[in-house]
């Protein structure tokens, strides 16, 4: 009996075919990048669809402002922190669909340019390390994808499995205006709610995804780069001077990807940081402040916050990757052998070398890199001491 054999994307033979970025599809589950469809049919349908989505999603993100803003006017603030902690993932996803349609054109003119580097990548040599970060490029995919489908359905089963259990009829976030008094409007609600649930969550996710492949891509093409560098010997051949002209392309093509990432990106990321801070604050304040915490907020509570600051670090993490390999690839180009290559090769090789003197700084009027991520975290402690303080103000002031 022949031995089954599952064969793994980055192990197909023709190292093109590896990766054919998939998030494409997922994104045009709601219609998001309706023109990049494959027929007129679809195009048609998804661009209707978005409209109809995006319609759905800026009315379910306005019920949640117009909740807490009724909240807050009738009761404390410290009271209602919760409904601020429970909006703050959909306010995040609203913010990340309007930037997938906004950007649609760099990200994918990203993706383009990287297919191209892919394609001209022929050497056997070289094999190993393309194949290597194309792995880490599925699994960064697969990733995000599970466990933020695993997060989606869980917000979206929670009110059915209280209901199935427990006999009590919940909502899956507070929007307004508030209507469960009975199964009908519970139903309407939970359809209403459910529905903007798996728009906002699947954005909320699948943006990131597009960030971490896209940079997970550029640091395989930032690999081969280096090995090219390190291996090409400047004797004033004409092979030699192929290679590097070689290099020189690939390193522009490398420099016009970071600055469509950047551009798409800056926004997204500079409101994760916002979001982070603000968030991350108010779940701590929740969880040693307030009292007659259930397990369901318990586990809402340690949920989000895990998920916001993974997602921050790698945010921070990528950003501060990339920026940091492409400034080592002038001491990459010095520390080859040059020194037999023509006056015309060393001016090329001198004009490589002072590229990257300009660095690829993530995050547009911040700086995106690992200090950041701390940063935020030392922000967040900042406001949790500022809430606490205003708490044990009231309380001494009752």
């Known amino acids: 009996m022949a031995k089954s054999y599952i064969q793994w994307p980055w192990e197909k033979e023709n190292i093109t075919e590896i990766w054919k970025w998939p998030i494409i599809f997922w994104l045009n589950i709601y219609g998001w990048w309706a023109e990049e469809a494959s027929s007129t049919f679809w195009r048609k349908w998804l661009s209707r669809l978005r409209v109809i989505c995006f319609i759905n999603a800026s009315a379910c993100f306005w019920s949640m402002i117009f909740a807490i803003i009724v909240k807050f006017s009738q009761g404390d603030i410290m009271v209602n922190l919760f409904s601020v902690f429970g909006a703050g993932p959909g306010v995040v996803g609203t913010f990340k669909i309007v930037q997938c349609i906004r950007h649609r054109k760099p990200l994918k003119k990203a993706m383009d340019l990287l297919d191209v580097m892919m394609s001209e990548i022929d050497e056997p040599e070289l094999e190993p390390i393309v194949r290597n970060g194309m792995k880490r490029c599925w699994i960064a995919f697969f990733l995000c994808l599970f466990f933020g489908s695993c997060i989606s359905l869980h917000w979206l089963s929670r009110p059915l499995i209280i209901l199935l259990f427990y006999g009590e009829r919940t909502r899956i976030i507070d929007t307004w205006p508030v209507l469960d008094d009975d199964w009908f409007q519970w139903s309407i609600t939970f359809l209403f709610q459910g529905t903007n649930v798996c728009l906002c969550g699947h954005t909320f996710y699948i943006f990131d995804n597009v960030y971490f492949c896209i940079s997970e891509s550029l640091l395989c093409q930032l690999r081969v780069l280096k090995y090219r560098l390190t291996h090409l010997k400047l004797d004033g051949s004409v092979g030699s001077d192929a290679a590097l002209e070689i290099c020189i392309k690939q390193h522009t093509q490398i420099l016009k990807v970071c600055d469509k990432l950047k551009f798409a990106s800056e926004g997204v990321i500079i409101f994760q940081c916002i979001n982070t801070a603000i ?28 998920v916001i600051i993974i997602i921050l670090y790698f945010y921070c993490w990528y950003s501060n990757e990339i920026t940091f390999q492409c400034s080592e690839l002038a001491t990459y180009a010095y520390m080859m052998d040059w020194t037999d290559g023509t006056f015309d090769q060393k001016k090329k090789l001198l004009n490589l070398m002072t590229m990257p003197m300009h660095p690829v700084i993530f995050g547009g009027i911040v700086e995106i890199n690992l200090n950041t991520f701390i940063n935020v975290m030392k922000t967040a402690f900042s406001y949790y001491n500022f809430l606490a303080a205003a708490d044990a103000g009231g309380d001494h002031a009752k």
């Open 279 to 306: 968030m991350l604050c108010t779940g701590i304040f929740i969880l040693t402040l307030m009292e007659h915490i259930n397990f369901n907020v318990l586990l809402n509570l340690g949920e989000i916050t895990l």
